[in-house]
């Protein structure tokens, strides 16, 4: 290995433990924790969400197959039926009839067979005419070989699909051509060529350290061939995890588009999810369905320095397109930011995130992300706020609400941006870094402002979403930064023991895209007692946390807009709702 190689191999070891700060890799195994299960009536409430997916215990990570089928949507998941942490994966399998209530059935899928006796692991779900669907995962052998594997329904006519088959004529895909087959899982959705009469699938992989998207292709949707090349590849990304490929419209900017559509007026994504740096990436391209390739559009980095779904505790996503209401819905896992002990003392670990739509930004340079609309049946009482001016060190709670369970949409007017701050272009690809340093206590000219979430009313312990405005000398525009900050979350307590891991408080934080021409931006938090998910600026940036706080619990919990900056900065609106818990929600794998 050259000189060069090994202090690029030591460069992306040091990356990975900063950018980790510890959470564990997926697919990391504590074999005497995996089978450490607890009853029901052991399972500790304390932040649990609410109105969030998760089943009533155990471990659960990346969504699998989400689809819709006979008016039934379907939503898969890799579920741990015995104990809270990753290990004995099953596709645990629920329904539901509006994306919000959902009955738990029995699992789909779990090892069985020679070719998946050592893990069930993720895939993707396809509704194939004449077939019906089908679903396709990644297997494990009898000597940790990474296959391809697909099962079908056993009753077409029933909505639920609650029985699945694995017929014995898999695997469909193999590593036989060079392929890492320790490095070579989560087959994506397939989509069809009309020109060429060919389905195609993608299977994330890794060449050395480049990142590689294979492509197979069928006829029949049984016997695949690997094309001539990959889809896609990029040096020094590492393993792909569960790509996802993609169209999206240029010109509608209301629904989304089926998987398989290739019309005019519309570009490509390809997300990769980093099993370096657990966080996940897209690009926005061009296929060309002929030679089979995607070709990046080049305006954002093909690499971790680029665009993502969500700039924090997010990973492993799926989307699908909803053919009945036509839009694309992205579901996201949310690992636990606690310890492994601490997730097997309360006998828990994972949620799957509100389901968000996808769309083109009218820019054209990125997506845009917004909780999908039922979402909002859940919303009870509503407080709300008007043209509230807070001048610098001001804050305001939002009084009325149970602020541990609720969305908040708010408007600021920051006003003149005459105050804004030079913009440091050594951050232009580092927002995470930039956030640590500008905290939301770092007095700034516009900002930092925006709400401070499961707080205490003494601010002891508190979870602050803000804003702070920069201006670009090169561009002459201003630069939007957004944070989520959880080191103040939680308060510290002396576990007693130096072996104890430690929690995972990172500062996140992504740059928001626009022009504030009218000085205002929007920020939609939804807060469910350990998660926060927000949105700038109607979803251009999102950002997810968990956060465990002691105090700032239940009732205890409180919520405040504030503005640390010299610049005064208007509340324009706000409306907060509590919202109420589905009234079915029995997720569990039985």
Not at 142 to 156: G, K, M, S
Not at 329 to 356: C, F, H, M, Y
Request: glycine share 8%; hydrophobic share 35%.
């Amino acid at each position: 290995m050259s000189a060069s190689n090994i202090i690029y191999v030591l460069l992306l070891i040091v990356l990975a433990n900063i950018i980790n700060n510890g959470v564990d890799a997926k697919h990391k195994v504590f074999h005497e924790l995996q089978s450490k299960s607890k009853s029901l009536e052991s399972v500790s409430p304390l932040h649990r969400t609410s109105y969030h997916f998760q089943p009533p215990r155990n471990w659960i990570n990346d969504p699998n197959g989400p689809m819709l089928y006979k008016g039934i949507y379907h939503l898969f998941y890799q579920y741990n039926p015995k104990g809270a942490v990753w290990g004995n994966i099953v596709w645990a399998h629920s329904v539901s009839k509006d994306l919000i209530n959902w009955e738990a059935l029995e699992p789909a899928i779990y090892p069985s067979k020679w070719f998946d006796i050592n893990g069930t692991w993720s895939g993707s779900a396809t509704n194939v005419p004449g077939k019906g669907p089908v679903i396709l995962y990644t297997g494990i052998t009898e000597n940790h070989t990474q296959i391809q594997n697909y099962a079908i329904p056993q009753d077409l006519s029933d909505p639920y699909l609650k029985k699945w088959i694995k017929p014995d004529d898999n695997p469909i895909v193999q590593p036989n051509h060079g392929e890492n087959g320790s490095a070579f899982r989560d087959p994506t959705t397939a989509w069809f060529n009309k020109q060429d009469g060919y389905w195609r699938i993608l299977v994330g992989s890794k060449k050395n350290h480049r990142g590689v998207a294979y492509m197979y292709k069928s006829r029949n949707f049984k016997n695949w061939v690997k094309t001539k090349r990959p889809l896609h590849s990029k040096a020094k990304t590492g393993m792909w995890e569960c790509p996802d490929f993609f169209p999206v419209s240029v010109t509608d900017k209301k629904n989304g588009l089926d998987t398989s559509y290739n019309g005019p007026n519309i570009k490509h994504v390809l997300k990769v999810s980093l099993d370096l740096t657990r966080y996940e990436y897209y690009t926005l391209g061009k296929y060309n369905t002929k030679k089979d390739r995607y070709i990046p559009d080049g305006k954002t980095p093909d690499g971790w320095d680029g665009l993502r779904f969500d700039y924090g505790n997010f990973y492993a996503s799926k989307t699908f397109f909803d053919d009945m209401k036509k839009r694309r819905i992205l579901w996201g896992w949310a690992n636990e930011s606690d310890t492994v002990e601490d997730d097997v003392l309360k006998g828990w670990a994972g949620v799957q995130l509100i389901p968000r739509t996808v769309l083109l930004d009218t820019s054209g340079k990125q997506l845009v992300f917004w909780p999908i609309e039922e979402i909002e049946s859940l919303r009870g009482k509503n407080v709300q706020m008007n043209n509230q001016k807070m001048e610098m060190g001001q804050s305001f709670e939002v009084k009325g609400i149970t602020p541990a369970q609720v969305d908040v949409d708010v408007t600021f007017n920051v006003g003149s941006l005459e105050k804004a701050e030079t913009f440091d272009t050594s951050y232009t690809t580092k927002p995470l870094e930039l956030c640590n340093k500008k905290g939301s206590n770092v007095s700034g000219g516009i900002g930092p402002f925006g709400l401070i979430t499961l707080a205490t009313s003494d601010l002891e312990e508190y979870t602050p979403v803000f804003f702070r405005v920069f201006k670009d000398v090169l561009t002459k525009k201003p630069k939007v930064l957004m944070c989520s900050d959880a080191k103040p979350s939680t308060l510290e307590t002396d576990t007693g023991s130096d072996q104890k891991q430690m929690m995972y408080k990172p500062s996140f934080g992504g740059f928001v895209d626009v022009d504030l021409a009218d000085g205002k931006i929007s920020l939609r938090s939804l807060i469910d007692h350990s998660v926060v998910e927000s949105f700038g600026a109607k979803g251009k940036t999102v950002i997810t946390s968990r956060v465990y706080p002691t105090k700032a619990v239940g009732e205890k919990a409180h919520l405040f807009v504030f503005n640390n900056g010299s610049q005064p900065v208007t509340v324009e609106s706000l409306n907060a709702w509590n919202m109420q818990k589905p009234q079915k929600m029995n997720q569990g794998a039985h």
